[in-house]
C-alpha cells in the first residue's frame, strides 16, 4: 500500500526501519522518511489525484502512512487566493495568497502535520499524543487527538494566547504551561518523551510530521494547473515547513506531477526572532539562536531545530529572505484584510510584509507569479491586533445620533486603515 522504504539519517545516511525514531543513534542527524519514487512516478496521475476528495490524503502515495487514512479528513485542500486588489496595491499582477486561515479543524497549517503524525502514532500503537507547541500546534493535536480517541498531553509557553489555551483544552487534552520560552519546553518535552513513552508528534515522530507539511507546497502546484510558482514566501519558525514544500515541489518533479520549472522560495521571520534570517544574510551556515521577542508568537522559536535545512532549500533555489518588525506585521495583517477579507494571524503579517520588501527590493519582479503563505488565522489572535484598530463608535439607538456621527465621519466610506 504505502511506497515507503526506510528512515535514512539526512547527514551519515544510515537507514532505518519505519518506527518512532527521530535521530541517528551513530551521528545525531535527522532522520527523514524515504520512498520508492520510480513506482511511485508509475502509480500516480494528475487525473487520478483530481477525482480525490478535497483534503491533504489526495497526495497520499506521497505520504508516510500505511492503510487507509483515518485522520484529517477535512484538513488541507485549502484555498489558493488570486489577490487582485491586493496584487494592484503592490504591483504584482500574479499574486496568491495560500490561504490555511481556513485549514480545518483548527485553522492553521499545522492541521496537516498532525493529521500525519496523529496516524502514524496509531499506527504504532500509542495511547498518548503531546506535542511541544508555540500554540497552534496544541490546538491541532488536542482536536484530531480528541476525534482518534487518544489521550493527549499539551506543552506550551506560558506567554501563549488565551485562544490558545481555551483552544486546547475545549478538546479534553491536558494543558501544561511553563514558564520559560519555546525553547525551555522543546527541551523539557525531549526528556518527557524519552521517559514516559508518549507520541510526541514534533519530537519523536517528528520524522512523519514533517512529511504532512510537504502537502501545503503540493496543494499550490496543482491549484497553479500543475506548475510551479517563481516565487514562494513562507514563514519559519522551527523550520519545518519551508524545507518540506521544498521537498514536496521537487517530489512532484521526481514523480512526473510536473514538468521542469524552476522555483524560489523566500524565508520570513520576525525581526524579534530571526535567527535564520541572521544567517543568511551572514552568509554563514551557523545560527546563533536568539530570545525570541515578538508579537508573532507562533513563529517565536529562537533555535529552531530544522533552520540549517531552510538555510539550504532557499539558497539552493536562488530564493532570499528577511524580517518583518511587530508594526510592519501589524500593517501587513491589516493591509491583508481591508483588501482581500483575509485575517491572518502575525505568522501570516510577517510573510506578508516580508514579500512586500522582496518587492521593493526587486527581488520579485511585477510579472512573476507569487505565492505567499498565511498559515494561520487571526481570530486565534486578536491580542495582536487590538489595540492597532480604530476603535468601534459608540452611539445611542436614535437615528439624530446615527445623523450626527455619519456626517462627523464624513460620509459612507470608511476609511481604509492601514490600506496605505
Ligand atoms: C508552526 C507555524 C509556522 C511555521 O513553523 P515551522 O516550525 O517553521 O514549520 C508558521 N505559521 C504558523 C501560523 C505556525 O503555527
Ligand atoms: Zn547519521
New binding site residues.
Given amino acids: 500500500m504505502s511506497y515507503v522504504t526506510s528512515l535514512k539519517c539526512r547527514e551519515c545516511g544510515q537507514d532505518y526501519p519505519i518506527s518512532p525514531l527521530h535521530v541517528c543513534e551513530t551521528c545525531f542527524g535527522p532522520l527523514e522518511v524515504q520512498y520508492d519514487y520510480a513506482k511511485i512516478r508509475a502509480a500516480v496521475s494528475r487525473q487520478a489525484i483530481e477525482r480525490r476528495p478535497h483534503n491533504l490524503w489526495r497526495y497520499r502515495e506521497l505520504l508516510p502512512v500505511e492503510g487507509e487514512p483515518e485522520i484529517g479528513p477535512c484538513s488541507g485542500f485549502t484555498p489558493l487566493v488570486r489577490c487582485e486588489r491586493l496584487g494592484a496595491e503592490l504591483g504584482i499582477k500574479k499574486l496568491y495568497v495560500k490561504d ?1 486561515t481556513v485549514n480545518h479543524p483548527t485553522l ?3 492541521d496537516r ?1 498532525v493529521s500525519v503524525a496523529i496516524s502514524k502514532a496509531r499506527e504504532f500503537g500509542f495511547t498518548t499524543v503531546s506535542c511541544a507547541s ?4 496544541a490546538t491541532a493535536v488536542a482536536a484530531h487527538a480528541a476525534r482518534a480517541g487518544l489521550n493527549c498531553v499539551i506543552f506550551m509557553p506560558e506567554s501563549v494566547e488565551t485562544g490558545k489555551i481555551v483552544g486546547s483544552t475545549i478538546y479534553g487534552a491536558r494543558v501544561i504551561t511553563i514558564r520559560g520560552n519555546y525553547d525551555d519546553v522543546n527541551r523539557l518535552c525531549s526528556e518527557i518523551a524519552d521517559k514516559y513513552g508518549w507520541a510526541f508528534v ?1 519530537i519523536n515522530l517528528r520524522p512523519y510530521y ?1 512529511e504532512g ?1 510537504k502537502t501545503f507546497g503540493f496543494e499550490v502546484a496543482e491549484q497553479l494547473g500543475w506548475r510551479l510558482p517563481d516565487h514562494i514566501v ?9 524545507p ?1 514544500v521544498a521537498k514536496g515541489f521537487k517530489e512532484f518533479r521526481e514523480v512526473g506531477l510536473i514538468r521542469d520549472g524552476e522555483f524560489k522560495i523566500h524565508c520570513a521571520q520576525a525581526a524579534g526572532s530571526a535567527p535564520v534570517v541572521h544567517a543568511l544574510h551572514k552568509g554563514t551556515d551557523l545560527i546563533t539562536p536568539v530570545k525570541p521577542d515578538t508579537i508573532a508568537k ?2 517565536a ?1 529562537g533555535n ?3 533552520g540549517f535545512y ?1 538555510l539550504r532549500a532557499v539558497r539552493e533555489s536562488g530564493g532570499w529572505g528577511d524580517v518583518a518588525t511587530d508594526p510592519e506585521i501589524i500593517d501587513a495583517i491589516k493591509l491583508l484584510a481591508s483588501t482581500e477579507g483575509i485575517f491572518a ?1 502575525p ?2 503579517g510577517t510573510t506578508l510584509a516580508v514579500a512586500i520588501k522582496l518587492i521593493q527590493q526587486k527581488r520579485i519582479k511585477p510579472d512573476e507569479t507569487v505565492v505567499v ?1 498565511i ?2 488565522n487571526g481570530y486565534k489572535t486578536v491580542e495582536a491586533v487590538a489595540q492597532a484598530i480604530e476603535q468601534p463608535c459608540v452611539i445611542e439607538a436614535r437615528l439624530k445620533e446615527f445623523d450626527a456621527l455619519y456626517e462627523r465621519l464624513g460620509g459612507s466610506r470608511r476609511p481604509l486603515a492601514g490600506a496605505a
Fill in positions: 490555511d492553521s497549517y499545522k502535520v508555540t500554540g497552534n500546534l514534533n514533517t507539511a513562507m514563514p519559519t519558525a522551527g523550520g519545518t515547513i519551508l518540506k507562533s513563529i522559536i529552531p531545530a530544522d531552510v494571524e505568522a501570516g503563505a498559515t494561520g
